[in-house]
């Protein structure tokens, strides 16, 4: 029972903290998560004085545009879809200062490629298209965070409650250019599209809350959700010419974004150290912040996915892989959206001849998250339970 315990603890402790979300394509949700504070003991919390150090990497690859939900299967007939590729890692290291509370740091790097299709001068006439790729990478935004179990752990043996505060920096370039296309067929330097921009230029702060509880038996149940408010307007790169009416739309965003996951995960075999889960889970982008000013670009949406997961621990070092397929996705309106419609209606009189604006967006249909923790502990004695 006390093997069981704790390896449920050990896999509730690492569905809830692993990687959050992760970037879905055009719509730049940006990596959020990685602190995997508690994943690699027989205890789901790290004791005073012990530290945790791990890795995630996560790859995914969009291609499919929708506008709202709905998809737009005619750009891949037409051979114009925007495909991005990107490949991300996320250095994690925690710090027990309680029993209580732990204090993170994240150091990410992402790697990005953006392919697309441009028509050259030559080809207008036969519609030719030209596929070209530009690329973006390096040091992302770094993170750093604390978190509070409200319960004791050595009373809180069935579940517990976290929750969490951070910081999010401006380190990672929000205006890094690459040689594009141009349709006369030579190439110019110029700024990247945001969705692949390592950094999004804005210093943030966020909120989240974690937590499991045991249902029945072996079979526990976890939760944990995220926001991160982003108060900068904008970061003042350019994304292209402003529409006329429009002007202030033509520099790209500090977003806000979000993240919520809840599912159920049981422990397997001899000494329990292999779990499996699944779970629910939604992240995305809003039209507007919480805070700060909203004239500026940036491309909102949300995807909801369903995620399974394994999780394997082998004394101190835990292993884990989590496949999130998304089964919806949707490019809402953003602010730009509706401020171009409103523009556009303000010269119609007729209102049956209303226009209605909204962008499309390319989304990744799975992702994929590959966890690797460490835990340093003070000693060599594994943490027991006393059962009640």
């Not at 991300?88 to 509370?101: E, F, Q």
């Not at 207008?124 to 978190?147: C, E, H, M, P, Q």
């Not at 940036?298 to 892989?321: D, I, M, N």
């Not at 009189?349 to 799975?366: E, I, L």
């Amino acid at each position: 029972m006390k093997k069981l315990l704790q390896s449920l603890f050990l896999a509730a402790s690492t569905l809830v903290l692993q990687q959050q979300a992760s970037a879905q394509g055009c719509v730049a949700v940006r990596q959020m998560g990685g602190i995997n504070a508690m994943s690699a003991s027989s205890s789901y919390n790290l004791g005073k004085g012990e530290f945790q150090v791990g890795a995630n990497y996560r790859y995914f690859h969009s291609w499919r545009h929708f506008v709202g939900t709905e998809e737009q299967p005619q750009r891949q007939v037409l051979g114009n879809a925007v495909n991005i590729y990107q490949h991300a890692v996320d250095i994690n290291i925690s710090y027990g200062l309680s029993s209580r509370v732990q204090l993170n740091a994240t150091l990410p790097f992402v790697d990005s490629e953006r392919s697309q299709t441009l028509t050259l001068n030559k080809d207008v006439a036969t519609k030719t298209l030209t596929r070209y790729s530009v690329k973006a990478g390096g040091l992302a935004d770094i993170r750093f965070g604390a978190n509070y179990w409200l319960i004791d752990p050595k009373k809180a043996h069935k579940g517990n409650i976290m929750i969490g505060a951070g910081i999010k920096l401006a380190t990672g370039n929000y205006k890094a250019t690459d040689d594009a296309l141009q349709t006369d067929g030579t190439y110019k330097n110029v700024t990247m599209d945001q969705a692949i921009q390592p950094g999004d230029g804005g210093v943030g702060f966020s909120v989240e809350f974690q937590g499991f509880r045991q249902l029945h038996k072996n079979i526990y149940g976890f939760a944990n959700a995220y926001y991160l408010f982003n108060p900068k307007e904008s970061n003042g790169s350019f994304k292209s010419a402003a529409k006329a009416g429009l002007t202030g739309y033509n520099i790209y965003a500090c977003p806000d974004q979000y993240f919520a996951r809840a599912g159920f995960m049981t422990a397997v075999g001899k000494q329990k150290n292999l779990a499996f889960s699944l779970a629910g889970r939604v992240e995305g982008i809003p039209a507007y912040d919480a805070f700060g000013g909203q004239v500026a670009y940036r491309r909102p949406g949300y995807v909801v996915a369903v995620e399974p997961g394994v999780t394997y621990r082998k004394g101190q070092h835990t292993f884990s892989l989590f496949v999130p397929y998304n089964f919806i996705k949707n490019r809402i309106q953003s602010a730009a959206d509706i401020a171009d419609q409103n523009l556009q209606n303000s010269k119609i009189s007729d209102p049956a001849n209303y226009v209605h604006v909204q962008g499309d967006a390319a989304f990744a249909d799975y992702s994929i998250s590959l966890g690797y923790s460490f835990r340093i502990a003070k000693s060599a004695k594994v943490p027991t339970w006393k059962v009640n």
